[in-house]
């Protein structure tokens, strides 16, 4: 009788929302749903919805080199799931070792789902869309749309997986597309910062807290909100030019608006901003201040902002490596040039 | 009463070795140990014993693209565990989209543990040392021993696994070579094959036993014998010379001896020969027949080779793609030039 009293008392103190939770909500800050139900809900494509069979199928294209005209490069190149879904580099490298033209960092795949649109310029609306880009693009993978369906049907192992997720669907370099994406849709990460907008106020430590309130109350949630802390077009540099303003640009948008980056993993994902020119989250934080809000972010302010971010670090899906089918006699040979 | 006598019958059928299981064991062909502890008797390496710890940290370095110079080629890029352990091109290609300066095709890490050396040419000894070489090789990861130092010091997280794995060991770039190659130590592949010269002899098909018996009776396991069915130097283009010569050759061996490759997984790792020129399997035999033996392989001769090759595709260890740890300030720079 004791227990279950206690039980309750303590069930009450985690759920009772604290000034700080309120404020977040305030702000339009919002947790990943803890209930797999709601998350599903959130995550999925009506017009395709998740299976096992598609997710599976979708992982191993996602690992797939051979999608690529080299033979060499895979989504999980450029967006590595083992390092924050990014590659670690300014610029993206692809075919041929181009540097992306543009000067653009990849972005994470890790919740991507929770975007509005996809790439810096948002010049796409989901990940299904997404997907068929760079696998195309000649600095990229430098695929057609031909070699993908020739790659995934010379293989009777990925025709017997694409029969399982879809059926008789023919395979058309969409469904390729799709069916990548459904993979990514399932890559959510939840994070200590879940459970504490969830009611938890144990989740973050005191200077956690510290720092998000002056996370909210320097504005920084008038972009960076909603369940990715990010994903939504904004204006990029409305109080000051940004200071590396010279590499890099939206060459499909022509209003420089920028997709907000999500700030789900920020500290596994350097270097930061469109070109990746800013090496240090401490940087990022102040020049952010300066150029969206007109604040100078004060050291101490930085460093609290930092310590917040690291509650954003998310449990990553467990992803066993997978076994690729054998490539047969009418697989595409790799090329190189 | 009945049961047991069955299953006593059953069982000696099963252990009875047939004539041609007596074949292979004559000719030198030896199955993985079914045995865990057996198996660990041959795969481990007395200096640097196997332990958890260290496989879960050589598995992350393996996968960690931070260890090259450009932050964008790992292990994995030239022995992807995901197609046979190999890349699938006819030559390596590296830092900067070098391609292999001597033609050479990357070799399968899987099985490799049980070859008598490392590389094309046999230069190295084992594992240990052949995972050096890659790392520094100016086409491949282009690293220097104290890029790899730094690199790996530079993470807290990398710091203690060390420590976990080895206490208060220095970390050295050759004792993370180690760490590496004693996770490639747990890359076996047992196979039907093994199953087969065991005592199933249900275990390969009526064709593949023909296959195995025109193998052995040609005179193939004169190379390609032991357990990884080669892993042993010998001369190459002993009756006549080979057909594409032309390209590729072996810059550290005067000898022109050349490492005979696995047969294990053969049929996941297209193309092959040093110089990956060859497309397909069944060209792949009848060239060894005609340059090595001095013999005419028939069509027949070669499907049925085939067949058996087929009894050769074995399991992969289940492997959870790793979560690296995050740079830190101190991490170097990735530099694609």
């Known amino acids: 009788m004791k227990i279950a009293i ?10 009772a929302a604290t000034p700080l939770m309120q404020d977040a909500k305030n702000a339009g800050l919002l947790p990943i749903p803890a209930k797999q139900k709601e998350l599903n809900k959130l995550i999925d494509n009506p017009k395709n919805p998740i299976t096992y069979a598609k997710v599976e199928l979708g992982k191993k294209l996602f690992f ?33 070792w181009s540097q992306n033209p543009h000067h653009l960092n990849s972005p994470t795949v890790y919740n991507a789902v929770f975007f509005s649109s996809q790439f810096w310029d948002g010049r796409s609306p989901d990940v299904e869309n997404q997907a068929q880009g760079p696998i195309q693009a000649a600095p990229e993978m430098a695929a057609t749309p031909e070699h993908i369906v020739s790659v995934v049907t010379s293989m009777p192992a990925y025709v017997a997986e694409f029969k399982k997720a879809y ?41 956690q807290k510290k720092g998000l309130k002056t996370f909210i109350d ?10 990715a802390l990010g994903g939504e077009m904004q204006a990029f540099g409305v109080v000051a030019p940004y200071k590396y303003a010279h590499i890099g640009d939206f060459a499909g948008n022509k209003d420089k608006m920028v997709k907000v980056p999500t700030l789900r993993n920020i500290t596994e994902t350097a270097p930061y901003f469109h070109n990746g020119a800013v090496a240090t989250l401490k940087e990022a934080i102040q020049e952010m201040g ?27 899906p467990n992803i066993v490596y997978p076994q690729l089918p054998a490539c047969s006699a009418t697989t595409p040979k790799p090329d190189i040039n």
């Open 6 to 15: 206690i039980s309750t008392i303590v069930a009450s103190a985690l759920m």
């Open 167 to 207: 059926g008789d669907k023919p395979i058309t370099f969409e469904l390729v597309a799709d069916t990548i994406a459904t993979f990514e849709r399932t890559l959510v990460t939840p994070a200590p910062y879940d459970k504490f907008l969830q009611g938890n106020d144990k989740a973050l430590t005191p200077v």
């Open 290 to 316: 300066r150029i969206q809000l007109g604040a100078t972010v004060t050291d101490e302010q930085a460093s609290d902002i930092q310590e917040f971010f690291k509650s954003l670090e998310g449990k990553k």
């Open 64 to 96: 797939d080199t051979r999608l690529s005209k080299s033979g060499l490069i895979s989504c999980n190149t450029c967006h590595n799931l083992a390092t924050g879904g990014v590659d670690g580099l300014q610029a993206a490298v692809g075919h041929k």
């Open 218 to 227: 320097l504005g920084c949630t008038s972009c960076h909100t909603g369940i």
